[in-house]
């Protein structure tokens, strides 16, 4: 779980780091990337034949997706403390490592 969390937290590290890249890898190396011409099924002739630049995900799509998990994780985490898994205390500190407060209604043993 925290590992995925990273992953969403080191995203626009990554990405530019894979956006230099391809620049990088285009340029040395002449990558030409055609369209393709529906007329004759080929590659079309009036494209540059430029690769298309990597797509960053949004902020909002990022901060939901690390949202959802967040709170995917706490829910786990309280079945697991409810059918008697994890301690309290281990709850807790999970909850910290994965970036949630721990509400103390959910405490309670359903």
Known sequence: ME???????????????MSHAQKKWVKDHGTKVYGYCPICGGP???DQGAPSPPIR???????????K???????????????GLVDQAHL???????GTSLEPSDLEKK
């Open 44 to 46: 079309c002739e009036f």
């Open 69 to 83: 998990l967040s709170d995917t994780a706490y829910e786990f985490l309280l079945r697991c403390y409810r059918v």
């Open 92 to 98: 807790e500190t999970m909850c910290r490592r994965v």
């Open 57 to 67: 995900l949004s902020s909002t799509e990022r901060d939901l997706a690390y949202q």
């Open 3 to 17: 590992g995925a969390l990273e992953a969403i937290e080191g995203y626009n590290h990554r990405f530019t780091r």
